[in-house]
């Protein structure tokens, strides 16, 4: 699952639902951003600086996948930004492992600072924050098992979602995640169907869409049989998922030459996409 895009772009839309999952008591109004660390060229994946001068700096690491060595990475890269910054101020790091067994344990040096560091099973935390409600809801389709409850809870996920307080813009990108969560989640699943359970705009009666299903027609009827229709059609229906991706990593800073390269698509598509979304 790409996920380091969605929860940058999630927690850039809402800072605060970091701290609703951590349990962090934050009074400070923080902006989220991220940042490279210029001596390894790595981007760390977020940072939440306190808007005013007080609170402490929040360095997240969002981990997906093993790696043994993620803490002596993160603290490396955390130690690296206060040598090229002018910034004294406390910190806490924050390390969101989507499973438990991506947790490798703490490093014995690290254990003096158990203070500055929080460790979060994801999936548990939200398993006991169910009636939770706001932009947060869009992770839920992490904890469900089934399609028939996916379909079922969906709706009130898009609900929620359209009712906050929010400028439009932000309400569209908060949508526009939770589709794409649920399509990492349970890919066998048509973008209509995604668009049904959370009463979206066709992507047909898009642009993007408009093209994307013209693509597969012509490509069926340049075979001149029903099978070649069909096969252009879900052609189509993954390139209509993919641009759900794209967008993302936009939105994380990624260069389309980048994005077309990981994703190993066409690089017009790519344009094609970010032109039609007003990203370029």
Do not use: C
Not at 71 to 87: G, L, S
Not at 139 to 158: G, R
Not at 258 to 265: C, G, K, P, T
């Amino acid at each position: 699952m790409k996920t380091d895009a969605l929860f940058y772009e999630f927690f850039k839309v809402d800072p605060d639902s970091l701290f609703k999952i951590a349990g962090l008591e934050i009074k400070e109004k923080y902006e989220f951003e991220s940042i490279t660390i210029k001596t390894t060229e790595k981007r760390l994946d977020g940072l939440f600086r306190s808007k005013g001068k007080r609170g402490p700096n929040i360095f997240l690491e969002v981990q997906a996948y093993e790696d043994e060595k993620i803490y002596w990475r993160a603290f490396r890269e955390i130690t690296t930004y206060y040598e090229q910054n002018d910034d004294t101020r406390d910190f806490i790091a924050v390390f969101l492992f989507l499973k438990e067994k991506f947790d490798p344990g703490l490093p014995e040096f690290l254990r003096h600072n158990r203070d500055q560091i929080i460790r979060i099973n994801l999936i548990e935390t939200l398993r006991k924050m169910r009636n939770v409600k706001g932009p947060i809801v869009i992770l839920k389709p992490l904890i469900v098992e089934t399609k028939d409850e996916l379909f079922k809870e969906a709706p009130e996920w898009s609900a929620v979602v359209k009712s906050l307080t929010l400028p439009k813009a932000k309400v569209r990108v908060i949508i526009e995640l939770l589709g794409y969560l649920i399509l990492q989640k349970f890919p066998k699943l048509t973008i209509k169907e995604v668009e049904r359970m959370l009463e979206l705009t066709p992507i047909e009666k898009t642009t993007v869409g408009k093209e994307l299903i013209q693509r597969g027609e012509k490509r069926g009827e340049k075979r001149g049989e029903k099978r070649g229709e069909k096969r252009g059609e879900k052609r189509g229906e993954k390139q209509a998922k993919k641009s759900y991706i794209i967008k993302l990593y936009t939105r994380a800073n990624m260069q389309p030459e980048n994005i077309s390269d990981v994703l190993e698509i066409d690089i017009g598509f790519v344009n094609s996409t970010l032109k039609e979304a007003e990203l370029i």
